[in-house]
């Protein structure tokens, strides 16, 4: 396994990150004596999936940021930007939960509609700071070329994720038709508040934005582990040891995710569950699957030259 240099950790991201494992604490905790609920759901509920995905950002560009060999006080700055706005998200989220009101789509009141924009800013801005922190990646060589491949992937394929919560943002056509002070929904087809999966919330009756949003955002964690995974396994597994091999691999692996990505967009786009798939869909992910099978098998079997390609994808001997 090839070793990676000393990191700094961007402490604003990195506290941040540890007071979100505190709040998350504190919302597993409160669950069960708070039985108030809200869109359907135990009021904190939302602000411990919102701690939980903060805190897995929030640790991740601690680390990345520390990797930049150049432009560090632009990172430093575009870093901390998003920690500050990032806690603002969080203390509305927060305050709303203790006042046993909603969050999100919000415009009921002139107080309940600043509180919304405020989020709204915030969370462009993050978007931003970190498309800004996205863009230094690609001066950077994290490890070989795989680990490069799979940090950049996860970054582009995790800004994606994150610009699917604009679909959510506009009011739908029952709520422009009786306006109740929503504008917005999570669910396509059926309004907020239905069944879902446990903890997680996901609509098992209609179509959910969270789901495509979710799966996109967090890719800068899992292509990465997925990588490092291949590397465990190359301990027994001589073909990937080949760095060319784990390129491959890693190089179909983002294919494949984004791939998947644009069929759970389409899905709740098209108001169907994630659990009720239908025989367009499951054609779909069949034939997905199909090809990343043959491409893997490929990334294995393709005789490699003693060329590796480099963090720019190109050979070198």
Request: hydrophobic content about 60%; charged content about 10%; cysteine-free.
């Given at each position: 396994m090839i070793a990676l240099p000393p990191t700094t950790w961007h402490r604003p991201l990195l506290w941040l990150a540890i007071a979100m494992g505190a709040l998350a604490l504190f919302c597993v905790v409160a669950i069960p004596f708070d039985s108030r609920t809200s869109v359907g759901v135990e009021i904190w509920e939302k602000p411990l999936k919102f701690a939980i995905s903060v805190g897995i950002y929030a640790v991740t560009w601690s680390w990345l940021l520390g990797q930049l060999?150049?432009?560090?006080?632009?990172?430093?700055?575009?870093?901390?930007?998003?920690?500050?706005?990032?806690?603002?998200?969080?203390?509305?989220?927060?305050?709303?939960?203790?006042?046993?009101?909603?969050?999100?789509?919000?415009?009921?009141?002139?107080?309940?509609?600043?509180?919304?924009?405020?989020?709204?800013?915030?969370?462009?801005?993050?978007?931003?700071?970190?498309?800004?922190?996205?863009?230094?990646?690609?001066?950077?060589?994290?490890?070989?070329?795989?680990?490069?491949?799979?940090?950049?992937?996860?970054?582009?394929?995790?800004?994606?994720?994150?610009?699917?919560?604009?679909?959510?943002?506009?009011?739908?056509?029952?709520?422009?038709?009786?306006?109740?002070?929503?504008?917005?929904?999570?669910?396509?087809?059926?309004?907020?508040?239905?069944?879902?999966l446990p903890l997680l919330g996901w609509s098992t009756v209609a179509g959910d934005l969270r789901i495509p949003h979710f799966v996109g955002m967090h890719a800068l964690q899992a292509i990465p582990i997925a990588l490092i995974l291949l590397e465990v396994l190359a301990r027994w597994v001589p073909r990937l040891q080949i760095g060319a091999v784990r390129y491959r691999l890693v190089a179909t692996l983002a294919a494949t995710y984004v791939a998947v990505l644009g069929v759970l967009t389409w899905q709740a786009e098209r108001g169907q569950s994630i659990v009720r798939p239908d025989a367009l869909t499951l054609v779909v992910v069949g034939a997905l699957a199909l090809l990343a099978a043959i491409a893997v098998a490929a990334s294995l079997l393709v005789r490699t030259s003693s060329s590796t390609p480099t963090a720019s994808g190109h050979a070198v001997a």
């Open positions: 060999p150049r432009f560090r006080r632009l990172a430093w700055w575009a870093g901390t930007v998003s920690a500050v706005l990032l806690v603002v998200e969080m203390v509305i989220i927060v305050g709303a939960a203790a006042g046993g009101i909603r969050s999100h789509f919000n415009v009921s009141t002139p107080v309940n509609t600043v509180l919304w924009a405020i989020m709204a800013f915030s969370i462009s801005a993050v978007w931003v700071a970190t498309f800004v922190v996205s863009v230094l990646l690609f001066r950077a060589k994290i490890g070989d070329a795989a680990r490069t491949l799979a940090v950049r992937a996860g970054a582009v394929i995790a800004l994606a994720g994150m610009a699917l919560a604009f679909l959510m943002t506009g009011p739908t056509a029952a709520q422009l038709k009786d306006f109740q002070g929503i504008a917005g929904a999570h669910t396509v087809g059926v309004a907020d508040g239905g069944p879902g």
